[in-house]
């Protein structure tokens, strides 16, 4: 005896047994948004396409772009890699999104559906690159950091109905459980004496950098112009961080401001210098001007 099909309601779609032994389902014309064609859906049984069928209408009903139905991470990445990252963001930033992407989430999740994508994925490939391949929590919050930033551009393009990453949960940056080794003043002592005795180029550069505390983008992007070193020995003096030099893939580049004032006119700070780090900048400027005095027919 066949058995008896229920009825439909309005609006839920039609579904057929194909040839093949599939089911197809189609939605209703009714909740096609005008110039757009119907979708259609496959399924192993009645109830399968029928399910797939409500999906796509929720879909529709949340406004989502229908062309990233069959879109995976993997594409998406690339298409944002390639694409809308561009421009931006700093060419460094971009770099390092970009070799996250590549690296550690295309390789493991690239093949997944878009929309397929969950928090427990995410987690699952967290734990992965903890345990199995030894990386550290600070780099694991980099790769999280990557698909969050990815999937909330996918959510505003209304290719995803919601961030997942968000639900993620990336491991605490201080969990490392190691120890940060730091030199003692004495050891800190014996390093400037060292670099003093043996007139290296860079003697400045390694005290400036260890009593002042600048980045070292930032401390590579210093003029003299920045500085203010009083003529008394003895004296304390001032630097001001106007610019930094970014290394990526296009090469050094000189970048206006501090580190994360990209868009802000003329972002600076200013920095104490003690009167140790103003006396090896003012050997260093004199030895720099004797080599200029020296090298002046070139």
């Avoid at 878009?114 to 694991?140: I, N, P, Q």
């Avoid at 000189?254 to 580190?259: A, N, R, V």
Wanted: net charge positive.
């Amino acid at each position: 005896m066949a058995q008896k099909r229920e009825r439909r309601a309005k609006g839920e779609g039609t579904v057929r047994l194909r040839a093949d032994g599939r089911y197809e389902g189609r939605e209703p014309p009714e909740t096609v948004p005008p110039g757009e064609k119907q979708r259609s859906v496959y399924g192993r049984s009645e109830r399968e396409v029928l399910r797939k069928l409500r999906e796509l209408r929720r879909d529709r009903e949340q406004g989502l772009n229908f062309d990233a139905a069959m879109l995976t991470v993997g594409e998406y990445l690339e298409r944002w890699i390639e694409g809308p990252l561009k421009g931006s963001v700093a060419k460094k930033t971009h770099d390092d999104y970009a070799h996250m992407s590549r690296r550690h989430l295309i390789p493991a999740l690239g093949r997944l559906k878009l929309h397929k994508l969950t928090a427990e994925h995410l987690d699952e490939l967290y734990a992965k690159k903890r345990t199995d391949d030894g990386l550290s929590a600070r780099t694991v919050g980099y790769i999280h950091s990557t698909i969050r930033v990815a999937l909330q551009r996918a959510v505003k393009k209304r290719l995803i109905p919601y961030n997942v990453a968000r639900d993620a949960d990336p491991p605490p940056i201080g969990d490392e459980g190691e120890e940060k080794t730091v030199l003692t003043m004495g050891q800190l002592s014996d390093f400037f004496r060292a670099a003093a005795e043996t007139e290296d180029r860079f003697e400045a550069l390694f005290v400036v950098g260890a009593l002042a505390g600048p980045r070292p983008q930032e401390l590579l992007g210093l003029k003299w112009q920045d500085l203010t070193l009083p003529e008394a020995a003895g004296e304390p003096g001032a630097m001001e961080i106007r610019r930094r030099v970014s290394a990526s893939s296009a090469g050094l580049e000189i970048l206006d401001g501090t580190k994360g004032s990209r868009g802000k006119k003329k972002s600076r700070r200013a920095v104490y210098l003690m009167p140790e780090a103003v006396a090896a900048l003012k050997a260093h400027r004199l030895r720099y001007l004797e080599e200029r005095v020296k090298r002046a027919d070139r």
